[in-house]
């Protein structure tokens, strides 16, 4: 039976444009298997808070086990601060299928660093940012040359600052974010969750995400996975945009009239670029 369910597997998007980032609980290794197959474009198995301090060598030992088994898949490990993060290191040092560390509530570049020099030379690392301390440090991470990407752990802000989650609150964070990744030259950031089962409500906090700069979200359910692919990724009406705008001024910006068509063919191209990653088609 897993090898039937291998063959559905469509191939991952690669990290650097993944959209939906699904989180799942690894002391729950019986979900797994649906998440490896789920439309998710990165997989995280979560040995932080979804895992009470009692459990966390099983789950840590589960999730070995797993992706030797010819899976792949990102872990979410412990903060530095804890005693657990040096023992999720270790065994994870190595492990076939790790596609990279999640790093919890980071606070600072040298935390990025001291995980890289754990793991085997390349490996990439999540910096998520979830504190007032860790979103001040937010432009040394986004440089730090371990850092793959910032993600934004907005649960977390939200308690330690006193914030709520309305997008007027969430704003400075998120374009903090946004501005220290692109800063650095490094990818745009993964945008925090958004909590329960309404699918309107998923779709707007997925366009605010894309609003904000961010390319990325992470998803607590496989249901939600979909939804945010859709959102995040350039609507048939953007592609035949896109097509009809590089059609008109040249691939090569040969037929540019004025100064303003030098950026909207950027855009152009940009969108094109993802509509062929995504595979979405052109509106006729």
Same mark, same amino acid.
């Not at 040096?86 to 270790?90: G, K, R, S």
């Not at 299928?97 to 919890?104: I, K, N, P, T």
């Not at 910032?150 to 309305?166: E, H, I, P, Q």
């Given at each position: ?44 198995? !979560? ?6 301090? =009692?459990?966390? *060598?099983? %789950?840590? #030992?589960?999730?070995? @086990?797993? /992706? ?17 993060w ?5 065994a994870?040092?190595?492990?076939p ?8 509530k ?27 301390v ?21 649960? !977390? ?6 914030? =709520?989650?309305? *997008?007027? %609150?969430? #704003?400075?964070?998120? @374009?903090? /974010? ?5 800063a ?36 607590m ?44 063919l ?14 979405? #088609?052109?509106?006729?």
């Open positions: 039976m897993k090898a039937d369910m291998e063959t559905t597997v469509a191939p991952r998007i690669a990290a650097e444009q993944a959209r939906s980032w699904l989180l799942v609980p690894a002391g729950k290794p019986e979900g797994f298997e649906a998440a490896h197959v789920s439309a998710a474009d990165a997989v995280i198995l !979560d040995l932080e808070d979804a895992v009470t301090p =009692d459990r966390k *060598p099983r %789950a840590r #030992a589960d999730v070995v @086990a797993w /992706l030797g088994e010819n899976r792949r898949a990102w872990v979410r490990i412990n903060d530095a601060t804890t005693p657990y040096a023992d999720d290191l270790a994870l040092n190595g492990v299928g790790l596609e990279g560390v999640m790093l919890a980071t606070e600072s570049g040298m935390q990025v660093d001291a995980t890289a020099e754990r793991l085997p030379d390349g490996t990439k690392v999540l910096a998520l940012v979830e504190s007032a860790g979103l001040e440090a937010a432009p040394e991470i986004a440089r730090t040359d371990a850092t793959f990407r910032l993600a934004f752990g907005s649960g !977390d802000f939200r308690r330690d600052t006193g914030m =709520d989650d309305s *997008p007027l %609150a969430m #704003a400075y964070p998120r @374009a903090r /974010l946004t501005v220290a990744s692109r650095a030259r490094i990818a745009p950031p993964i945008d925090g969750p958004t909590l329960g089962t309404d699918v309107d409500a998923l779709v707007r906090a997925s366009a605010l995400t894309l609003s904000m700069g961010m390319s990325g979200k992470l998803c359910t496989i249901a939600q996975t979909a939804p945010v692919n859709d959102a995040l990724s350039p609507s048939p009406a953007e592609a035949e945009w896109a097509r009809d705008v590089i059609a008109d001024l040249g691939e090569d910006g040969s037929r540019v009239r004025d100064g303003s068509d030098l950026p909207k950027a855009k152009a191209k940009k969108i094109n670029a993802l509509a062929k990653l995504f595979h979405i #088609a052109p509106r006729e």
